[in-house]
């Protein structure tokens, strides 16, 4: 792939949750993150369950930084094209990380193959280094709001 999708590219028009849920477990919250990638096609729902093994076994090593998780699992445990998920977890999940507490952004990465998510790092790395952005995302009240800030990315 010659082209760089772009971060807005990958989420697509239907890749983006915001929820007001408080108290969610784990496996509802991981549920979560991967709902539109699985009911979209983009990944297989062992996907999900490839992320919640790896949890069981070394705990939350998706979760970044104070309030952002990328949760993602390997290319061979699901997906079916390139994309990402957003969720915006208003009131904030605990995901077992004792580091950074509790998450109110998460992105989950479905990549084909390690070369050509690169860039997708990179952008999503300048992203959640910028604190400002992060937590205008999770102030957002629409969709829309959310790829306003995106579209810098």
Request: glycine fraction near 6%; charge should be negative.
């Amino acid at each position: 792939m010659d082209c760089v999708m772009s971060l807005l590219d990958l989420i697509g028009n239907d890749g983006i949750v915001i929820t007001t849920e408080k108290g969610l477990t784990l496996d509802a919250a991981l549920d979560l993150t991967c709902s539109l990638l699985i009911k979209n096609g983009k990944v297989e729902a062992s996907y999900l369950e490839a992320i919640k093994q790896k949890h069981k076994e070394i705990g939350a090593y998706y979760v970044l930084a104070p309030k952002i998780a990328m949760p993602h699992a390997r290319p061979e445990d699901g997906v079916n094209e390139a994309a990402l998920q957003i969720t915006v977890f208003k009131n904030g999940v605990d995901l077992e990380s004792e580091d950074n507490g509790d998450v109110y952004f998460s992105v989950t990465l479905a990549a084909m193959d390690s070369d050509s998510h690169i860039h997708t790092i990179m952008a999503l790395s300048e992203l959640f280094q910028n604190e400002d952005d992060v937590d205008a995302i999770i102030q957002a009240e629409t969709e829309s709001d959310i790829k306003d800030i995106l579209k810098k990315y």
